[in-house]
């Protein structure tokens, strides 16, 4: 009984001692949502569970080393016993009760991360190998970087356009994945409470620029989010090459193909137009506007050679035929 109580005391102070060693360790990002102060609650809960149990495991242990330590010219195996009814219903009730109160914050930590605001602002997520893309469709206009307003609830439905990705801002501590296909839309929601500039990483292994797929957030004031709409709603420019660079950001075309001749997993678009380019199947063909086109719709068709390998997403199927021709024009544009 002795040692009993002094283990306890032992694992009490140990406990205590680890928690709030953690508890003071800044190992998250900043906190910037609503939703995000929910995850963090539960992660305090587990931090304490956490110590607690490395506390009873090496308490008991450091406690037996010293105190039971095998004397000079002892043999034997020392005082034990073998079997304990008592005990093994405890640690198979407490653990299980444990266990099922983390299930119940659990669920109710979800919940409450998923409550609705009627007013939500509602904007789309499109992720594509290997880009993203906003789309403010109460508004009609797209964009590359997510900017959000403060203190209100945006509902972000997400949607894929080829391959499983993930919406994930460390800030937020919520992280959804967007899944391609018809009826596979996915909701999260998101009421960011502090101003700032954040990043969104896509989380989940989408192929070989997987990790360069990522977006900047911005959460601004109510009034200097609702200029910044009011800025992008206006028509898109006159000029089809100055909108086909637009598209050429928006489309994701910019994670493969650079614009400067520096090589990318696609061909550059930098003096491309017009030359004469060597296909796999060994025919040679000029890069004109039928042959951009035809690699837009249908990117397979004829594949430069060198680029055997290379599988471009059938990026042309979410573009308007006016779009496919700015894109044609501002690659031509890049003819020198
Ligand atoms: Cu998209 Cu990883």
């Not at 931090?47 to 009873?56: A, E, K, Q, R, Y």
Request: glycine fraction near 8%.
């Amino acid at each position: 009984m002795k040692h009993f109580f002094r283990v306890t005391v032992l694992v009490a102070i140990l406990t205590v001692l680890i928690g709030f060693g953690l508890d003071n360790v800044d190992y998250m990002p900043v906190l910037a949502s609503v939703q995000g102060a929910t995850i963090d609650a539960l992660f305090q809960k587990h931090i304490w569970v956490i110590s607690f149990l490395f506390s009873l495991i090496s308490g008991f242990m450091l406690y037996s080393f010293v105190v039971f330590r095998q004397k000079p010219g002892e043999k034997g195996d020392g005082d034990h016993f073998i079997g304990h009814a008592g005990l093994e219903i405890a640690w198979t009730i407490l653990p299980l009760g444990i266990v099922l109160y983390f299930a119940f914050i659990g669920a109710e930590a979800l919940a409450e991360t998923r409550r609705e605001d009627p007013n939500a602002y509602q904007i789309t997520v499109v992720g594509s190998q290997w880009s993203w893309r906003f789309d403010y469709e109460d508004y009609g206009f797209s964009s590359t970087e997510l900017r959000l307003p403060l203190d209100r609830q945006s509902l972000l439905t997400m949607t894929s356009t080829d391959v499983i990705h993930s919406f994930w801002v460390p800030e937020f501590r919520l992280k959804q994945d967007a899944l391609p296909g018809e009826g596979m839309e996915r909701e999260l929601r998101i009421t960011p409470n502090l101003i700032g500039d954040y990043k969104l990483r896509c989380a989940e292994l989408c192929g070989l620029e997987h990790a360069y797929m990522v977006s900047d957030v911005i959460v601004m004031e109510i009034s200097d989010f609702e200029n910044w709409v009011e800025e992008q709603s206006e028509s898109p420019s006159d000029d089809p090459i100055v909108r086909g660079e637009l598209w050429y950001e928006q489309y994701g075309c910019l994670a493969c193909h650079s614009i400067d001749g520096t090589a990318r997993i696609g061909p550059t678009w930098a003096g491309i137009y017009g030359t004469e380019e060597l296909l796999t199947d060994g025919t040679t063909i000029v890069v004109d506007r039928d042959y951009l086109i035809e690699s837009i719709i249908d990117p397979q068709a004829a594949i430069v050679d060198g680029y055997g390998g290379v599988i471009m997403p059938p990026t042309g199927a979410s573009l308007t035929d006016e779009q496919i021709n700015d894109i044609v024009e501002f690659i031509e544009s890049l003819a020198e």
